[in-house]
């Protein structure tokens, strides 16, 4: 007996439907079936994810998804979601586990932040006539002015990342997502003068010749780390932490580690490729720095080393130690952030808004005189060119989208990453699916969103009167606040609108 | 000449390709209309085994087997085009048997059909190629 009743209905207009059965050849749950005696198609709604590769294929318009009405009897307590969670864990005696970022229904900071725009006093600029600079520079930058024997200022600087445009793709490692998924990201990167992240996967041995757009991770697992790996990349980033699942390990399950992915990561076939929750040789600030400079030491001084922290409660005190154990660059990921599996319960429970993060992060490295040393990457859901001048305004250097670069890449949100059957060909490993996401189609659509977000970038910096990203870094005054109370707006230290 | 080609590698197999094709040879401005309840007609096929799924059509060959075997003339070649000329056709299917690619088959009236190329009448992507939902049917110069 199943308690549970399909959360979608697969409605099919018969009057359109001409039979053709791509919707059954393309779903990799079996939703559709074809019935030869009566020449028509049914479908199974208990399998259906909701991932709309159906709906998109069929040539007439014939099907579409809807939210079954089915209904428990109404408490504002007890919820038909809850209910059902109970149910199935009542089934399984398991952990839920859930994909992608945080659904629930919390506050939304970017969304009650308004931006500024100039107004006869001080004249906007046209980006279309004049020069509009969204390049910008990640790494430590310069807080002393040193010179040599001589008296000549010395003008070197520690490494730096250089990107066109403030926006990089976010760690998704090689095994989450498709070979196809990271060819995309990678042809992307190097088209577009940014840097796409391998994430704890390792970097398989094809892309290496993308090395200059790519960021190597090293995580708690150690998977694919070795002297070439970490040679080949622009910068190095040490992930202590996911906002989507602060405070715990990750698990590629055996299934998974097939092929390519297990020579990559460099671990058997079929072994659980599992990350601990900490480090396990970094238990405090002066641990971390150790890894931090023996990255350093291993690839002679030349590239920047990035640490990966998530939003928790004390998350300025943790950037602060992390700024001064030597790191060039700070990553903040946020409680939106997105994930190829994680317990539903931590996914939807734990961190804080990226926002309220940022803004404090960013206040407490000023007020400790080190912001200088380091600069702030952000992530966790970031979804539009809007949160990207919201979160520079708020003081971040750079942000880093994954969910929205997966998005324009064809997911569709369905949020079934971990059953290793995307419709979409993004996170799966099974040769037939994984075909389905051709990087040729995908690395364009990737390319086509950040040059619209690019666009929509310059129009804004232009109508506030600014003609570099740089000089609306931590200008909060650009930012205003809309229902937001009191302490709300001390956070994130902004006025409120009307002020 | 630019000619319809397909990438294996990213074919499907989904067969969208030949409900397209049998839409544009339809003469009906509605999909639905022109394919509900109908035996299609394609001019492309796709081929499946186990994992392996390609698309054919006409390779509107150098020396078209199909054009040499035609005892009426009804099967042309045009600027390197193979066309039809359906009045001429008389059923013998000989074409049929020469194609080494499967590409020329009976229409619903019983006179041959075959890709004509579509794009080169409209001037426009052909309909195969257009439909394709993976960018595994090309046309182009090779």
Known sequence: MNYIYPEYEVVRNYARCIVC?????????????????????????????????????????????????????????????????????????????????????????????????????????????????????????????????????????????????????????????????????????????????????????????????????????????????????????????????????????????????????????????????????????????????????????????????????????????????????????????????????????????????????????????????????????????????????LGADCVYIGSAALIAMGCHLCRSCQSGKCNWGIATQIPNLVKRLNPSIAYQRLVNLVTAWNHEMREMLGGMGINSIESLKGNRLMLRGVGLTDKELEILGIFHAGE | MKRVYVNEQWCLGCRLCEYYCAFANSNESDIVKALKDKKIHSNIRVETKGNINFAVSCRHCEEPLCVKGCITGALQKKDGLIVVDKDRCIHCYTCIVCCPYGAVSPSADGVIQKCELCAKISGNQPACVKGCINQAIVYEER
Not at chain 1, 69 to 77: A, G, I, K, L, V
Not at chain 1, 122 to 139: A, H, K, Q, W
């Open chain 1, 21 to 393: 059965r791509a919707c059954e050849n393309q779903c990799a749950n079996c939703v559709h079936r074809y019935i030869e005696s009566e020449n028509r198609m049914e479908s199974k709604d208990d399998d259906c994810v909701n991932c709309h590769r159906c709906v998109t294929i069929c040539p007439t318009r014939a099907l579409k998804i809807i939210k079954s009405d089915h209904t428990f009897r109404y408490n504002s307590n007890w919820t038909g979601k809850t209910i059902n969670e109970i149910f199935k864990q009542a089934e399984s005696g398991g952990v839920l586990l859930s994909s992608m970022g945080n659904p629930e229904n919390y506050p939304v900071y970017f969304d009650k932040i308004l931006i500024n725009a100039s107004q006869v006093t001080n004249p906007s600029i046209d980006p279309l006539r004049e020069p509009m600079e969204t390049r910008v520079f990640l790494g430590s930058k310069v807080h002393k002015i040193k010179r040599d024997s001589n008296g000549k200022i010395d003008t070197s600087t520690a490494p730096q990342l250089d990107l066109s445009v403030p926006i990089m793709f976010s760690a998704m490692s090689y095994g989450s997502i498709s070979y196809n998924a990271h060819e995309s990201l990678a042809k992307a990167a190097e088209k577009l003068g940014i840097y796409y992240n391998t994430g704890e996967g390792g970097l398989h041995e094809d892309f290496y010749k993308y090395s200059k757009n790519t960021i190597v991770q090293v995580a708690s697992g150690r998977f694919g780390v070795h002297k070439s790996y970490l040679d080949t990349a622009a910068a190095i980033e040490i992930k202590m932490g996911q906002g989507a699942k602060p405070g715990i390990g990750g698990h590629l399950p055996g299934a998974k580690i097939v092929g390519a992915v297990s020579r990559t990561r460099m671990i058997p076939e079929g072994s659980d490729a599992i990350s601990p929750a900490p480090h396990h040789d970094i238990y405090s600030i002066e641990d971390l720095r150790q890894l931090v400079f023996s990255l350093k030491e291993a690839t002679d001084y030349k590239k920047p080393v990035i640490v990966k922290i998530a939003a928790v409660h004390n998350v300025t005190a943790i950037a602060s130690g992390v700024a001064r154990s030597g790191a060039d660059i700070i990553a903040i990921d946020g409680f939106r952030g997105g994930t190829g599996a994680a317990p539903t319960k931590i996914r939807d429970n734990v961190g804080i808004p990226i926002e309220l993060a940022l803004a404090s992060v960013d206040k407490r490295l000023r007020d400790e005189g080190i912001r200088d040393r380091v600069s702030l990457i952000v992530g966790g859901s970031i979804r539009s060119s809007t949160d990207i001048i919201k979160a520079i305004a």
